[in-house]
């Protein structure tokens, strides 16, 4: 049958609220109740034995894509290589046979997403897709498919798909981590529980809807926006961007914190904010002196910390949203959640078609 909004003013707004859900429904489906280890289908290949990992994805799926390389390389010490999948198909890049692919994508019908899918299998990589729709054409042509858990997604801007991609990617990495014995049974249950909280710790951001929506205001003024991040923070960065470029036509970029000063620095002024990701993680400080840096010049900082951070963040922004306080491994997936309500608070105030934006379509399938 037809899915309703329950309410909400519009799909995606009922869609981010199911946030916790689906991050909930997803860890149910990875982890292991009793022992909280986290359980992956069975593998037709040897993730003790995976020599590298490739992982390609097209837009938002992209960005979890670049957040799950951290988390490989960081716990995993994996070696990783990502790119978007409309370049990945035609890069013809050297792989190590019996590498693992991580394809990810919602609908699983995107065409770049499954002809990289394809030109992975003939390089005899190992086929792992994270996929929303199980019964897709990209799950046929998968070794293993890793299910996010999300229902189905109405919006055409992508919201709870994302946040159940993350969730996979994090399971898988720890699964990863086991298996090539970079982790041992407490610090794997150190990471399974900060996981296993998300869900409680999600349900609070939306406590912080009218300080989203004080931002909102800066933001709706604004002709570009600068979104800033450091290490696993920059993705949630450019799926800021992402989201307000494309339900709201407000040209936003995205930076990784420490590289402004090699160019957009230029362009900061009283008319650009500053979005930025800052929870107080191990980068906090440098995340810190960039913003510095960027207020210096006249820059208007509009920025996500989390309750450790909230201090020293308020001394130089204009306008804080204050999360609460995280395991560092979690949490580029809280801090995604109220950087796609921004875009969608953004939207809203300019009235645009949020469901429908402009020139989108909920799922590629031509190149
Ligand atoms: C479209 C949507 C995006 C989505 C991308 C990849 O461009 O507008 O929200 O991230 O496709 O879609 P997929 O179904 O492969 O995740």
Redo the contacts with the bound molecule.
């Keep these: 049958g037809s899915i309703g909004k329950d309410g909400y003013r519009h799909y995606m707004e009922k869609e981010l609220h199911e946030h916790p859900l689906v991050i909930g429904q997803t860890l149910q489906r990875m982890v292991d109740p009793a022992s909280r280890r986290v359980i992956l289908p069975d593998l037709p290949f040897n993730l003790a034995e995976v020599p590298r990992a490739v992982i390609t994805?097209?837009?938002?799926?992209f960005f979890a894509g670049m957040i799950g390389r951290y988390w490989l390389e960081e716990i995993a010490r994996l070696p990783v290589d990502i790119d978007v999948a409309s370049e990945m198909r035609y890069r013809n890049p050297p792989l190590t046979e019996g590498s693992v692919g991580l394809l990810i994508?919602?609908?699983g019908?995107?065409a770049d997403?499954l002809a990289a899918l394809r030109s992975l299998r003939q390089k005899a990589i190992h086929i792992v897709s994270v996929l929303n729709v199980e019964h897709s054409t990209m799950a046929r042509e998968s070794d293993v498919v890793l299910g996010t858990v999300a229902g189905p997604e109405i919006s055409?801007?992508?919201t709870k798909?994302f946040t159940a991609q993350l969730t996979v990617l994090a399971c898988f990495a720890i699964a990863t981590a086991r298996a090539r014995g970079k982790l041992d049974v407490l610090a794997e249950e150190h990471l399974v529980s900060a996981l296993l909280d998300l869900p409680s710790r999600a349900a609070e951001v939306f406590n912080q809807t009218d300080a989203i929506r004080a931002m909102a205001q800066v933001v709706v003024e604004a002709r570009d926006v600068l979104y800033l991040g450091r290490g696993s923070m920059f993705p949630v960065a450019m799926e800021g961007a992402l989201k307000l470029k494309?339900i709201s036509y407000i040209h936003a970029e995205a930076y990784a914190a420490g590289e402004m000063k090699h160019g957009p620095i230029s362009l900061i002024d009283r008319t650009v904010p500053i979005v930025a990701t800052a929870p107080s993680n191990a980068l906090f400080e440098k995340t810190l002196s960039n913003l510095q840096e960027a207020k210096a010049r006249g820059g208007r900082l509009l920025v996500f910390t989390d309750t450790k951070g909230a201090e020293r963040v308020s001394a130089i922004a204009e306008q804080m949203v204050v999360l609460p306080h995280v395991h560092d491994f979690v949490a580029p997936i809280l801090q995604t959640i109220p950087v796609q309500m921004l875009a969608y608070e953004v939207a809203v105030m300019k009235g645009t078609d949020v469901d429908q934006p402009r020139n989108?379509?909920?799922?590629?399938t031509v190149e």
Aim: aromatic content about 0%; proline content about 0%.
């Design positions: 994805a097209c837009g938002s799926a994508s919602q609908s019908e995107t997403t055409v801007a992508s798909a494309e989108l379509a909920k799922s590629v």
